[in-house]
């Protein structure tokens, strides 16, 4: 593992090495590349959504390859057809790798709560790690997201990582462990116009999961934030194409107010630059390795993560304001020691 100066931790970003924690991803992503780095994860159950493509697929068959026992979920599974899923069961196939591909979309109760039994079959007990990663882009002025996109988008985004949460802690809290990572964004910190909603789910994310991680603390489960930048995923594609459903629904007058608007909303799906989206895979993979109770409340992940690291750092000094003197102190600690 790499050294653990290079890890941009949070006393570091309290002290506002912005320039140290650009140079660690550059670290990182070179010690990962190191065969003597890698750590072995066999006997190590993971549980992970939105695997069709992207961070999702990424992680799967990366953390697969080092050894774990990966549970890859998807929505739209048709029975097991879906071609995303034929595939990863191919490359498992093909590499001998302990990977198994179940259904859950993250919007439906029953889903979640089937495939979350299902995995924990599979585990043969508790879930050692979820990564709560499906998720949407859209895009477009608050005004003109309708209903139903601003409920398309909560219930995936914000909804789905509660749900996910809700029913795999039953069995983290009872044996006392467990870790669950939650990809949020720089979005989930920092807000651009024209992509509010999205904004909105991922600021979400960032409050929901740090409360839980200090309310965990007591029971021994960790909660890391990951806070990718832009990243070429496929969430570019499909953000355009919510994007032109939305489009189609709104009415004449609001299309005419916000033109300008509408022009920029639709640069924001440029694809996500030229950037390694394995940097997520490695980041998490770096996390899991360290001893419970040491891995971070929050990690970004990009080449340039400075407006980022300022951002936890002054919401850090908030929250330590906040708590660190109370009847919560101790949990706080915990969580940020």
Same mark, same amino acid.
């Given at each position: 593992?790499?050294?653990?100066?290079?890890?941009?931790?949070?006393?570091?970003?309290?002290?506002?090495?912005?320039?140290?924690?650009?140079?660690?991803?550059?670290?990182?992503?070179?010690?990962?590349?190191?065969?003597?780095?890698?750590?072995?994860?066999?006997?190590?159950?993971?549980?992970?959504?939105?695997?069709?493509? +992207?961070?999702?697929?990424?992680?799967?068959?990366?953390?697969? =390859?080092?050894?774990?026992?990966?549970?890859?979920?998807?929505? $739209?599974?048709?029975?097991?057809?879906?071609?995303?899923?034929?595939?990863?069961?191919?490359?498992?196939?093909?590499?001998?790798?302990?990977?198994?591909?179940?259904?859950?979309?993250?919007?439906?109760?029953?889903?979640?709560?089937?495939?979350?039994?299902?995995? #924990?079959?599979?585990?043969? +007990?508790?879930?050692?790690?979820?990564?709560? $990663?499906?998720?949407?882009?859209?895009?477009?002025?608050?005004?003109?997201?309708?209903?139903?996109?601003?409920?398309?988008?909560?219930?995936?985004?914000?909804?789905?990582?509660? =749900?996910?949460?809700?029913?795999?802690?039953?069995?983290?809290?009872?044996?006392? #462990?467990?870790?669950?990572? $939650?990809?949020?964004?720089?979005?989930?910190?920092?807000?651009?116009?024209?992509?509010?909603?999205?904004?909105?789910?991922?600021?979400?994310?960032?409050?929901?999961?740090?409360?839980?991680?200090?309310?965990?603390?007591?029971?021994?489960?960790?909660?890391?934030?990951?806070?990718?930048?832009?990243?070429?995923?496929?969430?570019?594609?499909?953000?355009?194409?919510?994007?032109?459903?939305?489009?189609?629904?709104?009415?004449?007058?609001?299309?005419?107010?916000?033109?300008?608007?509408?022009?920029?909303?639709?640069?924001?799906?440029?694809? +996500?630059?030229?950037?390694?989206?394995?940097?997520?895979?490695?980041?998490?993979?770096?996390?899991?390795?360290?001893?419970?109770?040491?891995?971070?409340?929050?990690?970004?992940?990009?080449?340039?993560?400075?407006?980022?690291?300022?951002?936890?750092?002054?919401?850090?000094?908030?929250?330590?304001?906040?708590?660190?003197?109370?009847?919560? $102190?101790?949990?706080?600690?915990?969580?940020?020691?």
């Amino acid at each position: 593992m790499p050294d653990r100066q290079y890890l941009p931790n949070r006393r570091t970003l309290l002290g506002g090495a912005s320039a140290l924690a650009t140079a660690a991803i550059v670290a990182r992503r070179a010690a990962a590349q190191d065969a003597a780095a890698i750590p072995d994860f066999s006997g190590k159950s993971v549980l992970i959504t939105g695997t069709s493509s +992207g961070f999702g697929r990424l992680t799967s068959l990366y953390l697969a =390859r080092l050894g774990a026992t990966v549970i890859a979920s998807m929505r $739209n599974f048709d029975g097991g057809n879906r071609r995303e899923a034929i595939e990863l069961r191919q490359i498992a196939n093909d590499e001998n790798l302990n990977l198994s591909v179940v259904e859950i979309d993250v919007m439906d109760d029953a889903l979640v709560a089937s495939g979350v039994a299902d995995a #924990e079959a599979i585990a043969g +007990g508790a879930i050692d790690v979820l990564v709560n $990663n499906a998720g949407i882009g859209m895009a477009g002025p608050i005004e003109i997201n309708d209903m139903e996109a601003v409920k398309q988008i909560f219930e995936t985004n914000l909804f789905g990582y509660h =749900r996910m949460a809700h029913e795999v802690l039953p069995k983290m809290r009872a044996r006392g #462990e467990g870790q669950i990572f $939650n990809i949020s964004s720089q979005l989930g910190r920092i807000l651009l116009p024209n992509i509010g909603m999205y904004c909105a789910t991922k600021f979400g994310v960032e409050a929901m999961f740090e409360t839980l991680a200090y309310e965990l603390a007591p029971f021994g489960v960790d909660i890391t934030i990951i806070q990718p930048g832009g990243y070429p995923t496929k969430i570019w594609d499909n953000g355009a194409r919510y994007f032109e459903d939305l489009i189609a629904r709104v009415d004449n007058e609001r299309k005419e107010a916000y033109g300008a608007h509408l022009q920029l909303a639709q640069g924001f799906f440029n694809g +996500g630059g030229s950037t390694d989206p394995m940097d997520v895979p490695h980041a998490i993979a770096e996390i899991i390795a360290m001893p419970a109770g040491k891995r971070p409340l929050r990690r970004p992940v990009h080449p340039n993560t400075a407006a980022t690291d300022n951002a936890n750092a002054a919401m850090a000094q908030l929250q330590t304001a906040v708590l660190a003197n109370g009847r919560y $102190n101790s949990w706080h600690t915990a969580v940020t020691d």
